[in-house]
């Protein structure tokens, strides 16, 4: 019996990558957790789907911050709203 799991870390499922999708891009996450979210996106294509969809929303949203004075108020409404729409899984 061994107490260490480093070696053996199960590979995160589609639930806890898109759970984790957007503190993934705010890079919010751990190294370790980091880790896990790429090597699934890496392998999944329905993930890395979603995670660039949400990546080329945040830079288009990052792009126009200086036109959007309420970035952060409305960026937070479509992440709600995407979520709403199942785009992210519900905890
Ligand atoms: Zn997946």
Same mark, same amino acid.
């Given at each position: $019996?061994?107490?260490?799991? =480093?070696?053996? @870390? =199960?590979?995160? &499922?589609? @639930?806890t990558a898109v759970k984790q999708?957007? &503190?993934?891009? &705010? %890079? =919010?996450? &751990?190294?370790? %957790? $980091?880790?896990e979210v790429t090597a699934h996106v890496e @392998?999944?294509?329905a993930c890395r789907e979603h995670f660039q969809f949400a990546l080329s929303f945040l830079r288009a949203l990052s792009a126009s911050r200086s036109d959007v004075p309420d970035a952060a108020a409305l960026r937070l409404r479509v992440v709600e709203a995407l979520k709403r729409e199942g785009f992210s899984s519900d905890a």
């Open positions: $019996m061994t107490l260490s799991t =480093e070696l053996e @870390r =199960e590979p995160i &499922d589609c @639930r999708l957007w &503190d993934y891009l &705010d %890079r =919010e996450l &751990d190294a370790v %957790r $980091m880790a @392998r999944c294509a």
